[in-house]
């Protein structure tokens, strides 16, 4: 079943991680896959470039169907492998309203880390400033805060959606993992940090974890402040 599907991926990106913690949470152990290196821009390979013009991943194959947008790969997944392993979409369409709503509008938070993480590569060396990247990180910093009251407004020992891991959990809990290794107070956003704990032991997001993460523990200090 999972054998005809290929997945090229890098360590650490949220997108891939996303479509990875999918994949175990369906039972679809066994994929194939390839783990790129972003140092050697891996990514820009003729191999993936022929499924992902971007050169970007998760490149994801299945048969003769293609695709290559993270929540995209992690719907037709549950899609087709709807009855095996956990559900992470209910059938009911009210029930999933808020799960394709929080998965859609995280794609705020990732633009906002990539606004920061990418500064020097996307900003001409004349142009950068303390200040301008300070910018940035005020931009995240209220992306965060209205996450917080998300969190809060669930309660601790709740899900992004709910009392059950879904396919928002999937998608959002790589964002919040990335944003506090890099640094963000788990203080200042004490909802999201009890999300982060209560979800960050699951089986599939252990199973999941970044392998240089697991190397190096060292979280960095880049959204120190935010
Ligand atoms: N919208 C895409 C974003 C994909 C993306 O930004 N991938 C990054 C890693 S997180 C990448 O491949 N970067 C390498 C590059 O752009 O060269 C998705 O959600 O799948």
Same mark, same amino acid.
């Given at each position: 079943?999972?054998?005809?599907?290929?997945?090229?991926?890098?360590?650490?990106?949220?997108?891939?991680?996303?479509?990875?913690? +999918?994949l175990e949470?369906?039972r679809l152990?066994g994929?194939?896959?390839?783990?790129l290196?972003?140092?050697? %821009?891996?990514?820009?390979s003729p191999e993936?470039?022929?499924?992902?013009?971007?050169?970007?991943?998760?490149?994801f194959?299945h048969?003769?169907?293609?695709?290559?947008?993270?929540i995209?790969?992690?719907?037709?997944? %549950?899609?087709? &492998?709807?009855?095996e392993?956990?559900?992470?979409?209910?059938d009911?369409?009210?029930?999933?309203a808020l799960?394709?709503q929080?998965?859609?509008?995280?794609?705020?938070? &990732?633009?906002?880390?990539?606004?920061?993480?990418?500064?020097n590569?996307?900003?001409?060396?004349?142009?950068?400033?303390?200040?301008?990247?300070?910018?940035?990180?005020?931009?995240?910093?209220? %992306?965060?805060?209205?996450?917080?009251g998300?969190a809060a407004?669930?309660g601790t %020992?709740?899900? +992004?959606?709910?009392?059950? &891991?879904?396919?928002?959990?999937?998608v959002?809990f790589?964002l +919040?993992?990335?944003?506090?290794?890099?640094?963000?107070?788990q203080?200042?956003?004490?909802?999201l940090?009890?999300?982060y704990?209560?979800v960050?032991?699951?089986?599939s997001?252990?199973a999941?974890?970044?392998?240089?993460?697991k190397?190096?523990p060292?979280?960095?200090d880049?959204?120190?402040? +935010?």
């Amino acid at each position: 079943m999972a054998n005809n599907i290929m997945l090229y991926w890098g360590s650490g990106s949220p997108a891939c991680w996303r479509v990875q913690v +999918v994949l175990e949470e369906k039972r679809l152990q066994g994929y194939q896959n390839k783990l790129l290196s972003f140092d050697k %821009e891996e990514p820009k390979s003729p191999e993936v470039l022929a499924i992902n013009p971007r050169g970007q991943v998760p490149a994801f194959k299945h048969g003769d169907i293609i695709l290559n947008e993270s929540i995209g790969i992690c719907l037709y997944l %549950e899609d087709l &492998f709807k009855s095996e392993g956990v559900q992470l979409m209910p059938d009911d369409p009210r029930e999933k309203a808020l799960i394709l709503q929080r998965s859609l509008e995280s794609n705020n938070i &990732f633009q906002k880390i990539g606004d920061i993480t990418c500064y020097n590569k996307m900003v001409p060396e004349n142009e950068r400033s303390e200040a301008g990247l300070q910018r940035l990180k005020d931009a995240l910093s209220l %992306e965060l805060k209205l996450w917080e009251g998300y969190a809060a407004k669930m309660g601790t %020992e709740s899900y +992004v959606a709910g009392k059950n &891991f879904t396919m928002a959990d999937a998608v959002i809990f790589p964002l +919040v993992a990335l944003v506090f290794r890099f640094g963000a107070s788990q203080a200042k956003y004490p909802y999201l940090a009890a999300y982060y704990n209560l979800v960050k032991n699951r089986p599939s997001i252990q199973a999941t974890w970044p392998p240089h993460w697991k190397t190096n523990p060292n979280t960095g200090d880049l959204l120190k402040n +935010v």
